[in-house]
């Protein structure tokens, strides 16, 4: 499932920000009748990250897939290991509308795996953000628990080589950590 399975014009690439993927995963958890039929179901812990060429959706060397929610990190050859802690997903309205878990696998099992390029974002629906939107769901026969059920994927492997453009949006403490490295170029006016 290639960038030309999407219909997209020419010119045209997928490439979403965390904010428009929290909106895809809230549409499918929801149900809605106009939820994104593009972006595949895929139970990801089978399947090692290089198997994933075919079955998710693929964009700028990223594969994107719907999966439901579980603690289960394991495949054939490896493991999901999460690092550090989950980051909030804000609205344009500053409100949190779900969380990303960056993940890296490791080869071999769990805890003495070879650590990996291949990176994985994990974007969940807040349980504060989907318990607003769960009271007018309800109505509709949906529950809060069918809005975290479900987890939207973003696969890349990083490039050492390259790390200025990957496509990969930075949070703002990231952003602020990485401009300390340039403090030593910056000349101030005197």
Same mark, same amino acid.
């Given at each position: 499932?290639?960038?030309?399975?999407? /219909?997209? %014009? %020419?010119?045209?690439?997928?490439?979403?920000?965390?904010? *428009?993927? &929290?909106?895809?995963?809230?549409?499918?958890?929801?149900?809605?009748?106009?939820? %994104?039929?593009?972006?595949?179901?895929?139970?990801?812990?089978?399947?090692?990250?290089? *198997?994933? !060429?075919?079955?998710?959706?693929?964009?700028?060397?990223?594969?994107?897939?719907?999966? =439901?929610?579980?603690? $289960? =990190?394991?495949? +054939?050859?490896?493991?999901? /290991? %999460?690092?550090?802690?989950?980051?909030?997903?804000?609205?344009?309205?500053?409100?949190?509308? #779900?969380?990303?878990?960056?993940? &890296?696998?490791?080869?071999?099992?769990?805890? +003495?795996?070879?650590?990996? $390029?291949?990176?994985?974002? *994990?974007? =969940?629906?807040?349980?504060? #953000?989907?318990? !607003?939107?769960?009271?007018?769901?309800?109505?509709?026969?949906?529950?809060?628990?069918?809005?975290?059920?479900?987890?939207?994927? =973003?696969?890349?492997?990083? $490039?050492?080589?390259?790390?200025?453009?990957?496509?990969?949006?930075?949070?703002?403490?990231?952003?602020?950590?990485?401009?300390?490295?340039?403090?030593?170029?910056?000349?101030?006016? $005197?």
């Amino acid at each position: 499932m290639g960038d030309d399975n999407i /219909n997209l %014009p %020419p010119g045209f690439r997928f490439r979403p920000t965390d904010e *428009e993927l &929290v909106h895809f995963l809230y549409r499918k958890a929801a149900l809605s009748p106009c939820q %994104p039929d593009f972006i595949p179901d895929l139970e990801l812990y089978p399947y090692d990250p290089w *198997e994933l !060429s075919g079955k998710a959706l693929e964009g700028d060397n990223q594969w994107y897939f719907f999966s =439901r929610r579980t603690s $289960n =990190r394991i495949s +054939e050859n490896g493991y999901w /290991n %999460p690092l550090g802690v989950d980051e909030p997903i804000f609205t344009g309205a500053r409100n949190i509308a #779900g969380m990303k878990k960056l993940l &890296v696998f490791y080869l071999g099992e769990a805890p +003495e795996g070879d650590k990996t $390029n291949w990176m994985m974002q *994990e974007y =969940r629906l807040s349980d504060s #953000g989907s318990s !607003s939107s769960s009271r007018s769901s309800r109505k509709k026969g949906s529950s809060k628990r069918d809005l975290t059920a479900w987890v939207i994927c =973003r696969v890349y492997q990083r $490039n050492d080589d390259d790390d200025d453009d990957t496509g990969i949006e930075l949070s703002c403490l990231d952003e602020v950590f990485l401009s300390f490295d340039d403090l030593d170029e910056i000349s101030l006016p $005197n």
